[in-house]
């Protein structure tokens, strides 16, 4: 039929992919389907013309031989496509607009959808790991009739509509296109003695308990799966599967990053002008730490091994204290007064170098500025 070059006709070029090249087709010729415009012998035109280039260089083969002969390679025949199917051909381009696809197979039992439970647990289950009962709403299988739907004895029948292929074939004018069939959604099969518990949906809504064996070293994130455990499919379909999403409450000492816990550790000033040894909680009961004499706030000291495992890793994390200097509250008149003198031993900057070099700051940043 046409004469032009097909990568004119569909705007293309030879190094354009399949895909690209579909893309281009499926925008011409629904611009130019002849059901969209009955009265134009234009559109009509362009639609074949496009149509025929389409079919010669999706195929491989074809392509190849246009590629390196023209339209020559059609020889005697005057064209490409004399033994093709054109309503295949179209319904491969508009299939997944209709719902189907050339040579779709029948569908096979619908699967379960997956669920999920949040478990929260304290810090000390997550490292050490524990074995949690956990109660989920779902759908199982009907006891009844097994989860196939039908009464006890019956046996689902060849769909009607499809004659048992899963598939019906829809037509519209000279386009053809298969798709799943409304009645028995694919399944060439339908049940027609559906069993009374579940009336005909093969499961029944129910609370079942599970026990979920929660590994040493979970986080906050982290997920476990329990396969087939999540609903029941449709009529005898696969399970589904269960994810239980894991939540390590807040603790009241620690934090937690990877395998490193975290936590302040209150010290008196007296403490740490002196020097002295701290008593300081972990996951595996107290140790000693020994606080330096002079220890500033903010000091950070790290206990090597006293962290946490995770379940992506062996090794041992540590433990990281925070001191933090506790001003004393509360204190009664002989108290205030022997501070006072405490203070005034201890004016001039050799006791307190961080201060007496910010004051000197201070002092230069206002000796810049002019009036």
Request: net charge positive; glycine share 12%; charged share 25%.
């Amino acid at each position: 039929m046409s004469k032009r070059d097909y990568y004119e006709v569909l705007g293309v070029s030879r190094d354009t992919p399949e895909q690209d090249i579909k893309k281009a087709y499926r925008r011409i010729a629904m611009k130019n389907h002849p059901d969209r415009n009955p009265d134009n012998k234009d559109a009509d035109h362009v639609f074949k013309e496009a149509s025929e280039a389409y079919e010669v260089l999706s195929n491989p083969e074809k392509k190849s031989s246009y590629d390196q002969y023209g339209h020559a390679a059609a020889g005697s025949a005057g064209g490409y496509g004399g033994n093709e199917n054109f309503s295949d051909i179209f319904g491969d381009v508009f299939g997944d607009i209709f719902g189907g696809s050339r040579g779709r197979q029948r569908a096979g039992p619908m699967r379960g959808s997956d669920l999920q439970y949040n478990l929260d647990m304290v810090l000390e289950d997550a490292i050490k790991g524990k074995t949690v009962k956990i109660k989920i709403p779902t759908l199982c299988a009907c006891k009844q009739c097994n989860g196939s739907g039908g009464k006890k004895g019956s046996s689902p029948s060849t769909c009607s509509t499809c004659a048992g292929h899963g598939q019906v074939r829809m037509s519209q004018g000279f386009i053809s296109v298969q798709q799943a069939c409304p009645k028995c959604h694919g399944r060439g099969k339908v049940i027609s003695d559906p069993c009374l518990g579940c009336r005909g949906q093969g499961r029944v809504e129910e609370s079942k308990t599970l026990s979920v064996k929660v590994p040493p070293g979970v986080d906050t994130g982290d997920r476990i799966r329990l396969s087939g455990e999540g609903e029941a499919g449709p009529e005898g379909g696969p399970s589904g599967d269960l994810y239980v999403q894991m939540n390590v409450r807040k603790h009241n000492l620690f934090q937690r990053d990877g395998r490193d816990l975290y936590c302040e550790l209150p010290i008196s000033v007296i403490d740490a002008i002196l020097g002295h040894e701290i008593e300081v909680p972990t996951l595996g009961g107290p140790v000693k730490l020994k606080v330096p004499q002079e220890t500033q706030t903010s000091t950070t000291f790290r206990l090597k091994g006293k962290g946490v495992t995770t379940v992506r890793s062996s090794g041992v994390g540590d433990l990281f204290c925070t001191v933090i200097l506790e001003t004393p509250v509360n204190l009664d008149s002989k108290q205030k007064t022997l501070l006072r003198k405490l203070q005034e031993s201890l004016n001039g900057g050799q006791h307190s170098p961080k201060k007496a070099s910010w004051f000197k700051g201070v002092k230069k940043f206002f000796d810049g500025f002019t009036i």
